[in-house]
């Protein structure tokens, strides 16, 4: 079994039973507070570290190529309040268009 | 059908097919990542929750263990522990139906539900399962879409596939940067990814700065 495999049952099945643990424990258990804090804030983290990460780096190589390209122009669809299929398209397009002809 | 029920249901196919067709994007970037079409397909059957999926494909992708990729995608799926929390009591259900309630437990299925608080009890139950079960058919196609349309490229960097992973990342944060204090975890936590890649592990940046939002979030 290789890592592409562990990696997608490993993280189905530790998917499943964080969901299901949420309909089974007592409501009291995770709705303090700080628990609730800690669950907005842990997405923005990760999902930032994954953006700049993917953006920026090849193994563990920094390295600027289209991407940046494809960063920048997603942040301005963002801004411009563009939904989410017409990020990730402008994104791919200005990156593929350096990659082909720059 | 009443009026009432249409609304909801209304409502519920809205997002699913929204958000169903975000699936193409998921299955072209695990394709794009060294997945194969038929581990995309499993991801989005059996963990079906997206941030997680894409965090999986991302930390493989970018040279990390197996180990960093469950994790990360493990820490991610942790909200939908709370959303089971929130929905439980309205759902009220036991046994085979609990655990299908469980597996299509997401934002949003979840945020269709509560969305429909002021239509009553009956109504949130509907648009749980409506939503919960109409995200789970679409993902799981447009999934397969992606991941086929993937494998017939063959270099995924002249179609902007290597930019279109970053870009998905970076439309499911946007919506959750609401306070300045969001803003500034967020470029601190790129920042500190980026400056950590050339020395740790690849994946363990990723996974740090979890460790900086739970720091973050038990101080205030």
Known sequence: ?102 | MSRVVSATFRDSLSVSLTVGAYGVAFGAAAVANGFSVIQSCFLSLLTFSGASQFAVVGVIGAGGTSISAIATASLLGLRNALYGVIMAPRLQVHGIKRAIAAHITIDESTGVALGQEVRGADQMRKGFWYTGIGVFIFWNLFTLAGALGAQAMGDIRAFGLDSAVPAAFLGLVWPRLKKNSDRALAVGCALFAIAMTPILPAGLPIIATAFIAIAVGLRK
């Not at chain 1, 709705?31 to 570290?49: C, D, E, G, K, Y």
């Not at chain 1, 669809?77 to 593929?96: E, T």
């Open chain 1, 1 to 102: 079994m290789n890592a592409y495999w562990i990696a997608t049952i490993g993280t189905s099945v530790i998917a499943f039973l964080l969901k299901y643990s949420g309909h089974s424990v007592p409501e009291k258990w995770l709705s303090h507070p700080r628990i609730q804090r800690v669950n907005t804030l842990i997405p923005i983290a990760l999902l930032s570290a994954l953006v700049a990460v993917q953006s920026f780096s090849e193994k563990s190589a920094l390295m600027i190529d289209q991407r940046l390209v494809g960063l920048c122009v997603a942040i301005l669809a963002l801004m411009l309040k563009a939904p989410f299929p017409v990020v990730v398209l402008s994104a791919a397009l200005s990156s593929a268009a350096v990659y082909n002809w720059l």
